[in-house]
Each structure stands twice: as structure tokens, then as C-alpha cells.
């Protein structure tokens, strides 16, 4: 069983810089896949960011150029470090885990005031 629990969420101003952290509660940690995924009210879920098992990156358009995800194996962690945030990254943001099935964290809101 896959739990996922993410923290670090909160209000920040537009500009500003929030860091999002996921503690992992799985075994062979390092053999997933991670992520961040966004809700918005009417919106469909979005994929931020992805990290690999290989720890290759991949980011969608909006995280481009201002968000950065990491991993700590050892720590069964994954961060997003989010910098330069807009009133549009205003969501709930999802811890996500991926190897063979895929799974989601309850999330941790992010709202970016103007």
C-alpha cells in the first residue's frame, strides 16, 4: 500500500516562493516514479511536474522556468520548489506516485494571493 502525505502548502503573495514536500510511506521507494498534480475548482487535474525513478525531470508549460521537483530516496521524499508563483497556480496540489499503478496524496492547497 502506497500513502502519500503532503505538506507546505499555504497563502504566499504573487512573486513569492513556496516549497511543497510529499512524505512517502511505500517500499522501494526509488523504483517509482513522482510527481505533482494541480486541481482547480472547474479545472481538470493538471500533471506540474514529474521526476523519475532515473531522476530525470519533466515539467509542464506552467511549471517551466519557475518550478523545480527533487527527490531524497534515502528520506522517501519528493519537494516541489515553487518560485515566481502566479494567482493561476492558486490549487490544490497532489503528491503522486507512479510504478505499475498510480497513486494520488489527499493534496495540500496553494493559493497565491495578487
Known amino acids: 500500500q502506497v500513502q502519500l502525505v503532503e505538506s507546505g502548502g499555504g497563502l504566499v503573495q504573487a512573486g513569492g516562493s513556496l516549497r511543497l514536500s510529499c512524505a512517502a510511506s511505500?517500499?522501494?521507494?526509488?523504483?517509482?516514479?513522482m510527481g505533482w498534480y494541480r486541481q482547480s475548482p472547474g479545472k481538470q487535474r493538471e500533471l506540474v511536474a514529474l521526476i523519475s525513478s532515473s531522476d530525470s525531470p519533466w515539467y509542464g508549460d506552467p511549471a517551466k522556468g519557475r518550478f523545480t521537483i527533487a527527490r531524497d530516496n534515502a528520506k522517501k521524499m519528493v519537494y516541489l520548489q515553487m518560485n515566481r508563483v502566479e494567482p493561476e497556480d492558486t490549487a490544490v496540489y497532489l503528491c503522486?506516485?507512479?510504478?505499475?499503478?498510480?497513486?494520488w496524496g489527499q493534496g495540500t492547497q496553494v493559493i497565491v494571493s495578487a
Open positions: 503522486y506516485a507512479r510504478r505499475e499503478r498510480e497513486y
Open positions: 511505500v517500499s522501494m521507494f526509488s523504483l517509482y516514479d
